[in-house]
């Protein structure tokens, strides 16, 4: 599975960001639309935690409690896309950003995303 994210850069608090991610590669039958998917991401001396996430058929999302209101997590089963909308963005949301597809081994490299003034 090739799990590729991008969209990440530097913003002021208050901006937003949109990353996006491609998921390919699958195997045995199974395509992008089999699964649900995820982001996480991963601060500087701390432990990678969940950010949201989006079934594959009903497209139910789940947020942390922290982006909750201000992410939203959308996909494109025809491109095999996901999407992480970021708005009202806050340096603590400054992080290295990680698409995941759920049940598997498949995660990204990651996109850096920082905020700061």
């Known amino acids: 599975i090739r799990v590729v994210e991008s969209g990440g850069g530097l913003v002021q608090p208050g901006e937003s960001l949109r990353l996006s991610c491609v998921a390919d590669?699958?195997?045995?039958?199974?395509?992008?639309?089999?699964?649900?998917m995820s982001w996480y991401r991963q601060a500087p001396g701390k432990e990678r935690e969940f950010v949201a996430s989006?079934?594959?058929?009903?497209?139910?999302?789940r947020y942390a409690d922290s982006v909750k209101g201000r992410f939203t997590i959308s996909r494109d089963n025809a491109r095999s896309k996901v999407y992480l909308q970021m708005d009202r963005l806050l340096p603590e949301d400054t992080a290295m950003y990680y698409c995941?597809?759920?049940?598997?081994?498949?995660w990204g490299q990651g996109t850096q995303v920082t905020v700061s003034s």
């Open positions: 995941y597809v759920q049940g598997t081994a498949g």
């Open positions: 590669g699958f195997t045995h039958g199974y395509t992008f639309r089999h699964y649900d």
């Open positions: 989006i079934t594959n058929v009903y497209l139910d999302t």
